[in-house]
């Protein structure tokens, strides 16, 4: 390859690469760009409300709900039971353990990145809900939800959660 | 001169096939370095640690007077004393039998009318000698690095663990003597050793067969008792996980799910008073912080807030009404309670000696 071709090659990856960036850098049309300084109104699609003075992130909900569908996707759910070794039928089975570091890694992602919380409290309620997620991680999503509401200061109705009283019985027992 | 010679050699090899103890507990030669080394890390840690937040509830399961770590080791210690590794086999060469031992008159438990999958439903070797031994009447033991060790009760406290207890699908952290990775080890742990306890019928805290609806339906990996195996190794590790100061967001999340697993195991399961008002204060603060809103809230915003505020308060209201009822249902709470005192013929360290072997080996 010769200097001409290099010098090329290397142009257009520049533009490639900084097209790449400009793009990403544009916010979805779909979403808001600006700073909410208004209360949203509650409604069935949208659930959450952040309370005053804790929105000074603007959401980057598209790719937070990218993350979220593949997370939810990733949860262990009752089928991984049903292969299991001796030592995970006596004890706990990894699918558990992996439900329960996925959740760990969306929270904690969510705590560096406050514009994700939204969404991550969607997440946890829906997990919560999900009837084909296996129980014991329900019960930490269940008990996750909760806890959150209060420590990031979202608005999220959780009285018409369609969580069973015995998966709520079992987040009680959580530390 | 060449017997002195063949002499000399074994006693140069015998070190290499010797057992080696920390704290009190014994590892036989064959427990890979790897594993003994990382149990040896678990006792230690769990003998630094002196609980800050106590559970009630561990503490009256276990009988422990205290959550301080000495008498956590000691609890252990009195119920594993000697650990062996997944490829000990219970063969000719290893099993030691004596017939005519007296075992207790009491009954078996009621599984061991059906000796197949007892294996799946105990994997605490010293228990397990020990019933069949009374079933059979023979007195079973094994040989233990030259120590011969018989199962004259349930507290002879041999334990075989696997590698399940090592592989790294089953870690916390890729650092196999990381906190988390000790925890969940030593909530194991706890779990086995109370296989080492009970009389007659609860001898070895036998597990129950989960029912269908179960998550783990048909396998025998549930309990129908308040203070089982499955009890004490989630109270272990929920005690544990709440004092558990290195653990990351991720290990603690991973940790919680494996309590919830132990939990939803134990059917019937009561929730306790402590639990009963962590769950008030939960939603109480729902509702408080609920109620921020109203002051900036127009009037049909308002009207939303106030009914998931006035739903939440149902929800408190019940959860008020179990509490209440908690003192008077006490004695008819289902599950029932088992007879943990053990029966058969061991001696238990006292809190004092059992310091004292575990500040030998920390020297």
Request: net charge negative; proline share 5%.
């Given at each position: 390859m010769n200097l001409k071709h290099r010098i090329i090659l290397f142009t257009v990856t520049a533009l490639t690469l900084g097209a790449v960036i400009y793009f990403r850098s544009q916010p979805p049309e779909s979403f808001p760009t600006e700073v909410?300084?208004?209360?949203?109104?509650?409604?069935?699609?949208?659930?959450?409300?952040?309370?005053?003075?804790?929105?000074?992130?603007?959401?980057?909900?598209?790719?937070?709900?990218?993350?979220?569908?593949?997370?939810?996707?990733?949860?262990?759910?009752?089928q991984d039971l049903e292969v299991l070794s001796d030592e995970e039928i006596h004890h706990t089975p990894k699918a558990v353990l992996q439900g329960g570091m996925i959740i760990g890694?969306?929270?904690?992602?969510?705590?560096?990145?406050?514009?994700?919380?939204?969404?991550?409290?969607?997440?946890?309620?829906?997990?919560?809900?999900?009837?084909?997620?296996?129980?014991?991680?329900?019960?930490?999503?269940?008990?996750?939800?909760l806890s959150k509401i209060s420590d990031w200061k979202i608005f999220m109705p959780i009285s018409d959660a369609e969580v069973p009283e015995e998966i709520k019985k079992l987040a009680l027992k959580l530390p | 001169m060449k017997f002195l010679a063949v002499l000399a050699l074994m006693t140069t090899l015998a070190p290499s096939f010797a057992s080696t103890q920390f704290g009190g507990m014994k590892?036989?030669?064959g427990v890979p370095e790897q594993q003994a080394s990382a149990l040896k890390n678990d006792l230690k840690y769990l003998y630094k640690t002196n609980n800050i937040k106590t559970d009630a509830e561990f503490l009256k399961i276990t009988e422990l007077k205290n959550n301080k770590g000495a008498y956590l080791h000691n609890w252990l210690l009195n119920r594993v004393r000697y650990v062996i590794g997944e490829n000990f086999e219970l063969n000719d060469a290893n099993i030691l039998t004596t017939y005519y031992y007296p075992f207790p008159k009491s009954p078996l438990p009621d599984v061991f009318g059906a000796m197949s999958g007892v294996k799946t439903v105990m994997s605490n070797t010293g228990g397990m000698l020990y019933l069949v031994g009374k079933k059979e009447k023979q007195l079973f033991g094994i040989r233990f690095d030259g120590e011969n060790v018989y199962a004259k009760s349930a507290r002879v406290g041999i334990l075989q663990v696997g590698e399940g207890l090592f592989l790294s699908d089953f870690q916390f952290n890729k650092d196999i003597n990381a906190p988390a990775n000790s925890v969940s080890?030593?909530?194991?742990?706890?779990?086995?050793?109370?296989?080492?306890?009970?009389?007659?019928?609860?001898?070895?805290?036998?597990?129950?067969?989960?029912?269908?609806?179960?998550p783990y339906g048909g396998y025998a990996a549930c309990e129908t008792s308040g203070n089982g195996s499955y009890t004490v190794g989630a109270l272990a590790m929920r005690d544990l996980l709440q004092n558990c100061v290195a653990c990351n967001a991720k290990e603690k999340s991973a940790l919680t799910a494996a309590v919830a697993d132990q939990f939803s195991r134990i059917l019937d399961a009561a929730t306790t008073r402590k639990e009963l008002l962590a769950g008030i204060e939960t939603y109480k603060n729902l509702a408080a912080e609920y109620a921020k809103y109203l002051k900036d809230a127009d009037a049909e915003l308002a009207k939303k807030i106030e009914a998931e505020i006035a739903?939440?308060?149902?929800?408190?209201?019940?959860?008020?009404?179990?509490?209440?009822?908690?003192?008077?249902?006490?004695?008819?709470?289902?599950?029932?309670?088992?007879?943990?005192?053990?029966?058969?013929?061991?001696?238990?360290?006292?809190?004092?000696?059992?310091?004292?072997?575990?500040?030998?080996?920390?020297?």
């Open positions: 909410k300084t208004e209360m949203k109104s509650i409604t069935d699609q949208d659930e959450t409300l952040k309370l005053p003075g804790t929105e000074s992130l603007p959401a980057k909900e598209t790719n937070t709900s990218t993350e979220l569908i593949i997370s939810m996707k990733e949860l262990p759910v009752k890694e969306l929270i904690e992602d969510a705590e560096t990145h406050p514009e994700k919380q939204e969404m991550t409290l969607k997440f946890l309620k829906s997990c919560a809900e999900n009837e084909d997620v296996l129980q014991a991680v329900r019960a930490v999503c269940w008990k996750k939800t | 590892f036989h030669s080890r030593l909530a194991t742990l706890f779990h086995e050793a109370r296989h080492s306890d009970g009389n007659g019928k609860s001898t070895g805290f036998t597990h129950d067969v989960c029912p269908l609806t179960h739903k939440i308060n149902v929800v408190v209201a019940a959860l008020e009404k179990d509490l209440r009822a908690i003192p008077a249902t006490k004695e008819g709470q289902k599950p029932v309670m088992l007879d943990a005192d053990p029966e058969g013929t061991y001696k238990d360290l006292t809190v004092l000696e059992s310091m004292k072997l575990m500040e030998a080996s920390l020297k």
